[in-house]
């Protein structure tokens, strides 16, 4: 079966633009993550889906960040106004609802903010 | 809140010498724990796993790590490195039925000499 993925692979932004990232999680995982891993780091968390509901936030960091999974599938982050700190690769993971707390990641998106 | 340490950023090991990468964690309650690698342009894979079963766990491509509570460690070995062993590898810990994300360690780029 298909895996984790995401899209654009890649993507340069002027500073001051507004971008969208999309996942598409592995069929029926009701858990979905977004993490922002900047060059030379571990990933960090940014926000948590269980179905269409956001249960954890509080990893975005600004009120410039925002994410939706509006119908329990594709989930989508926003950066608007993006700024060059922005610039990090964007990982998306998906995971069932069994209990193992395994993590299936995508390919991420770079973003580069010029 | 859960954090990983994993030392020395970079970690040189020749072809079909022993490979160990150490990852210490810090938690208030038993956690589960991972080991990932991450090739170049590509998403984190998992290479294997704690979740209170057995302390020993061997993984995919021959990789196994040992879950120490007494330590508070869960160093990853390999007896032998292969080049395709080259990426980086990250320790990841997580509360079970707590707050779902995954914390990461800085990762280990893993250079084979041949």
């Known amino acids: 079966g298909a895996g984790v993925s995401q899209s654009p692979r890649y993507k340069v932004a002027k500073r001051g633009q507004d971008v969208a990232l999309r996942c598409d999680p592995i069929?029926?995982?009701?858990?979905l993550f977004w993490y922002q891993q900047a060059l030379g780091q571990g990933p960090e968390f940014l926000t948590y889906f269980q179905n269409e509901a956001q249960l954890d936030k509080s990893g975005l960091p600004s009120d410039r960040f925002f994410a939706e999974r509006p119908e329990g599938s594709v989930s989508t982050l926003k950066i608007q106004r993006t700024q060059q700190e922005d610039s990090a690769v964007y990982l998306c993971?998906?995971?069932?609802?069994?209990?193992?707390?395994?993590?299936?990641f995508g390919p991420g998106t770079r973003l580069t903010v010029t | 809140a859960q954090s990983v340490t994993q030392l020395g950023s970079h970690v040189s090991v020749s072809e079909g010498a022993l490979v160990l990468l150490r990852c210490n964690y810090s938690s208030s309650v038993p956690p589960y724990l991972f080991w990932y690698v991450q090739y170049p342009n590509q998403g984190l894979q998992l290479l294997l796993k704690?979740?209170?079963?057995?302390?020993l766990v061997k993984g995919i491509n021959g990789f196994e790590a040992e879950f120490k509570k007494s330590e508070t460690s869960f160093h990853l070995t390999k007896p032998s490195a292969h080049m395709s062993d080259a990426a980086e590898y990250f320790c990841?810990?997580?509360?079970?039925?707590?707050?779902?994300?995954?914390?990461f360690g800085k990762g280990n780029q893993v250079v084979v000499i041949p």
């Open positions: 993971a998906s995971s069932s609802r069994e209990g193992t707390y395994e993590q299936y």
């Open positions: 990841a810990v997580i509360i079970p039925y707590g707050n779902n994300r995954l914390a």
């Open positions: 704690y979740t209170s079963a057995a302390t």
């Open positions: 069929s029926g995982h009701v858990s």
